[in-house]
Every structure is written in structure tokens, then in C-alpha cells.
Antibody, heavy 118, light 108 residues
Framework: DVQLMESGGGLVQPGGSLRLSCAAS????????MHWVRQAPGKGLVWVSR????????SYAGSVRGRFSISRDDAKNTLYLQMDSLRVEDTAVYYC???????????WGQGTLVTVSS | EIVLTQSPGTLSLSPGERAILSCRAS???????LAWYQQKKGQAPRLLIY???NRATGIPDRFSGSVSGTEFSLTISQLEPEDFAVYYC?????????FGQGTRLEIK
């Protein structure tokens, strides 16, 4: 079974940093694009970032470009999201997801909550 | 940026009825890049439909997707109690990837 498990969320002050991790199992991690999607409390889904299966291509939502960085370690079957210069509006549950052939997300983790507050 | 506008915002129906959810795109993109997700309270989203019309693995055949130009629809033929949830459309044809704002399907 495909499993994705996020970790690394927590409470951080505005301007601070966090690194989220997503541990993958049950599939050949290096074959798949991977995504981060977030959901603020009571709000809808917002795509954050994606990375190509070989790590050679990344893209970001405008609201996080220049502050967040996506990466992967295929040897550890792990996806990362480095989040710097965090803002109150970055408060959300962050989900990692496995990318399907045409960019849809076919499996999702359970999410990790990031709270940015002073 | 492609904006996906979902309607209605909330749909109130009874079990056994048919639900039709709409997702309109602000510009054209390949229908291969349109997906639908279901999200129940406190849970992660679940893929229902990809490529506008293809059911994901394990999704019951009461769920179906269709497309006409830039208008996409998700139909649930006969609502079961477990279908009451929030539904999102999603496009991955143009960067940035975008989601619709969601349609809440509630029990009448």
C-alpha cells in the first residue's frame, strides 16, 4: 500500500523557519513527481510546490516563491519542504502528495499542522 | 493563473438523489489535466476523477466526470450517506497548479 507520512509541523514565530518531511513507502519513490498542498483552517486546498521525479525541476505558488524550497532524497524515500521567513498567513495543514501522470495527486498523506504566531 | 470557479458553493440534497457539481475554468486547458477530489471533515483529500472523466482506483461507478469546453462536471448518480463531503476540482495543465474553492455537499 502507498503510504505518505508528514512530520515537522509545529508552532513557530513570524519570520522563523521550519522543515517539513514526508516519508514515502509502498511504491518506487524515485519514479514519481511529488507535491505539497496546504489548507488553512476552515479554508480550501491551495497548491504549494512540486518536484520532478529526478529532482531536476521544481515549481512554486507565487505566495511562497523565494521563501519555500522543495527537495527530495530518493535514498531515504523522503520529500522535504524548507519554509523560511514564515508569515501568519502560512498557518495551515500541509499535505504531501504523489503526482499522477498528468499532474493529479493520486495519494495524500494525513497532513502536518504548521502554526505561525507570536 | 487559471481560476477554477465551482458552483454551487453548497448543495443540499437527500440520500438517493443525484448531485451535479460544476467547475468552470477561466481559460482553456487540456481536459487531461482536470481532477476531482473528495474531502471529509478531518481527513485528507481523496482522488475521485482524473483526466476529467476517469475514475480513480476503487471509486464507485456512481461517480462520473464530464467536460464541455471549459466547463467540467462531477455527477454522483445516487447519493449515499458517505458521499456528503466537500469536493474540489483541480487543474495541473498550467503553472501554477490551482484548485477550485470547493463545493460542500450537505444532507438536506
Amino acid at each position: 500500500d502507498v503510504q505518505l507520512m508528514e512530520s515537522g509541523g509545529g508552532l513557530v514565530q513570524p519570520g522563523g523557519s521550519l522543515r517539513l518531511s514526508c516519508a514515502a513507502s509502498g511504491f518506487t519513490f524515485s519514479d514519481y513527481w511529488m507535491h505539497w498542498v496546504r489548507q488553512a483552517p476552515g479554508k480550501g486546498l491551495v497548491w504549494v510546490s512540486r518536484i520532478k521525479n529526478d529532482g531536476s525541476d521544481t515549481s512554486y505558488a507565487g505566495s511562497v516563491r523565494g521563501r519555500f524550497s522543495i527537495s527530495r532524497d530518493d535514498a531515504k524515500n523522503t520529500l522535504y519542504l524548507q519554509m523560511d521567513s514564515l508569515r501568519v498567513e502560512d498557518t495551515a495543514v500541509y499535505y504531501c502528495g504523489r503526482g499522477g501522470l498528468s499532474g493529479y495527486i493520486d495519494h495524500w498523506g494525513q497532513g502536518t499542522l504548521v502554526t505561525v504566531s507570536s | 493563473e487559471i481560476v477554477l470557479t465551482q458552483s454551487p458553493g453548497t448543495l443540499s440534497l437527500s440520500p438517493g438523489e443525484r448531485a451535479i457539481l460544476s467547475c468552470r475554468a477561466s481559460q482553456s486547458f487540456g481536459s487531461s489535466f482536470l481532477a476531482w477530489y473528495q474531502q471529509k471533515k478531518g481527513q485528507a483529500p481523496r482522488l475521485l476523477i482524473y483526466g476529467a472523466t476517469n475514475r480513480a482506483t476503487g471509486i464507485p461507478d456512481r461517480f462520473s466526470g464530464s467536460v464541455s469546453g471549459t466547463e467540467f462536471s462531477l455527477t454522483i448518480s445516487q447519493l449515499e450517506p458517505e458521499d456528503f463531503a466537500v469536493y474540489y476540482c483541480h487543474q495541473s495543465g498550467y503553472s501554477p497548479i490551482t484548485f477550485g474553492q470547493g463545493t460542500r455537499l450537505e444532507i438536506k
